[in-house]
């Protein structure tokens, strides 16, 4: 099947500073992919659809200054935190859909010191 | 708008025992379902998808079924192993969107 990667898995920042995460589609182009949220033992929160080559459509109470989305090409989209601080330490997955399908990424764990 | 609901949220079954895990969602017009499993820390693995138009899919142990009329999926685990202990979560894409909605997750134990 499809390979989605996510760099890096683990993080640890400091309050106030960026931290970028990335997601990619290995095998496969993909013009959407996804950006959702996990809290601990809770479901995934989709946050934004990030289409390439145009501005990414954020879901109701998401923060687009906040949460920073570049799909720069048709195998990579970032997400940037920006000022990030305790409250945004969470799991945040990626997926990236080819044709009906959406394929996930390993997910990166965000620590804000 | 759409809610999806998993039910139990947790289930411990002995090694060996069939089991069923539920899942209902309030819209019926649906695009297609997807059962995922998560393990502890990762991301999700893809397991089975029914599209809109199905009533089943199979694959190995596991079996899938759709039931839009009523807003209902289960997902049935046949012989469960302990290598089967893992979160579980449905989830199904609007007919006009490319969204996914997550149900809340089952989280299954199988004691060996």
């Known amino acids: 099947g499809a390979v989605v990667s996510q760099h890096p898995s683990r993080v640890i920042c400091k309050s106030g500073t960026s931290v970028k995460i990335e997601c990619r589609s290995l095998?496969?182009?993909?013009?959407?992919m996804f950006w959702y949220r996990q809290f601990p033992k809770q479901s995934l929160m989709l946050m934004a659809t990030?289409?390439?080559?145009?501005?990414?459509?954020?879901e109701q109470g998401v923060e687009k200054d906040k949460f920073l989305i570049n799909h720069a090409s048709l195998t990579l989209s970032t997400l940037t935190v920006t000022s990030a601080h305790p409250e945004d330490s969470s799991f945040y997955i990626c997926?990236?859909?080819?044709?009906?399908?959406?394929?996930f990424g390993p997910g990166t764990r965000l620590t804000v010191t | 708008k759409q809610e999806v609901t998993q039910i139990p949220a947790a289930l411990s079954v002995p090694e060996g025992e069939n089991l069923v895990l539920n899942c209902s969602f309030t819209?019926?017009?649906?695009?297609?379902l997807q059962w995922f499993r998560q393990d502890p820390g990762k991301g999700l693995t893809s397991l089975l998808l029914?599209?809109?138009?199905?009533r089943e899919q199979t694959s190995g142990r596991l079996n899938a079924s759709l039931d839009k009329s009523s807003g209902r999926s289960t997902l049935y685990i046949a012989a469960s192993q302990p290598g089967d202990s893992a979160t579980y979560l449905c989830?199904?894409?609007?007919?006009?969107?490319?969204?996914?909605?997550f149900g809340t997750g089952t989280l299954l134990a199988v004691q060996p």
């Open positions: 997926s990236a859909k080819e044709d009906y399908e959406q394929y």
């Open positions: 990030s289409n390439e080559g145009s501005k990414a459509t954020y």
């Open positions: 819209d019926s017009a649906i695009y297609n």
């Open positions: 989830a199904v894409k609007a007919g006009a969107t490319n969204k996914l909605i």
């Open positions: 095998d496969f182009q993909a013009t959407t």
């Open positions: 029914i599209q809109s138009s199905q």
